[in-house]
């Protein structure tokens, strides 16, 4: 298939043509360089850049300057844990995360206990669930620093960030989380929720590839984190660089976007889902719903389908655009460490197939793609029945 229908917009989506008009201006025409506003150019640029500085803020309830620019969500998390350890060392070595964090998080967690760092990795329940009181006794004394991610970008589940945010906030350890996935579908408020860092990525909310932001709460007594990039000292410091203000004003545009339907289309996005889930659960018998039921992202459906070959099924699910639970790491195909930490088999999680409804997606694109997905699986499910198939591997349709 040439143009499968989209449901994979956890892993990205497409730029709103809101975002586009709004952006094209700043790459021909208001070309200017942010930090040389000394003429009308960089002066244009420059009021750009704080405009989207506003936006920003204004959708996690920050204000403009706690807002860092940066290259996007895994750029935001390398700061907001390098950054953090290494201003706080001489107070202490140990950092608290999760198992179904973002490789975006986990990777330089790893690199902190390269460097000699104590990390503990807190594991979750069957619904993807960390345990705010399993944060709690995993504080010491030499805790720097927690992160524990807003929503699961592979099976939707949203993390108790408040309660964690409070047991952070009442034993003074920073506390930063991953919002890439949470945000613009569900209401974010930095205050209320007592974070100290949250990562955003413009990709995944209808802006452009190759931004997002780092919120750094100001505390009045020097920022939290050190920089990771030296340079000519743009943000505050903290990244220096000129600014890609094309993709800022797109990520501005985002968020203002997504705040203006955010009592809305959230609504419509589980309305979509649920559809979606009633007609696989009508259809097939013995699937598993992954995820948490109520504390959930909206648009997100995790689903196992048991005793299918999972790699047979994503090669046959050609008409629709979806993620499997494995993903290519180093050249080969390794069952996902979020599925694994919940509980599942490397084959169960293999044979897990994330359906990610987003903003462009249809009723009539979800009926279709429940029921080809119907058609396909009992047409795997008839194959797999006769035993003596069992051993030989599917014939994987090309192309
Ligand atoms: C996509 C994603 C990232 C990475 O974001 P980029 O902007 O692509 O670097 C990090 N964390 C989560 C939860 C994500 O979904």
Redesign the pocket.
Known sequence: MDNPIYLDN?STTPVDPVVLEAMLPYFTKHFGNPSNATHAHGERASGAVEGAREQVASIIGARPREIVFTS????S?NLAILGAARRYRSRGNHVVTTSVE?K??LGPIRELEREGFLVTVLGVDSTGRVSPQGVADAITERTLLVSV?TAN?EIGTLQPIDEIGRICCERGILFHT?A??ALGKIHIDVEMLRVDLL?I?A??MYGPKGV?ALYVRSNGAGSSIESLVYGGGQENGLRSGTLPVPNIVGLGVACQLACDHLTTEPLRLQELKRRLRDSLLGGLQNLQIHGHPSEHLPGLLSVGFPAIDGDALIHSLSEIAVSQGASCSSGSFEPSHVLLAIGLSDDLARATIRFGIGRFTTAEEVDYAAAYTVRIVRRLQDLFADRSLKATRIPVPQG
Not at 72 to 75: I, K, L, R
């Open positions: 956890n996007g969500a895994t750029e998390n973002h975006a998080v991610m970008n991953d890439a996935q990562s990525s990709h995944k997002g």
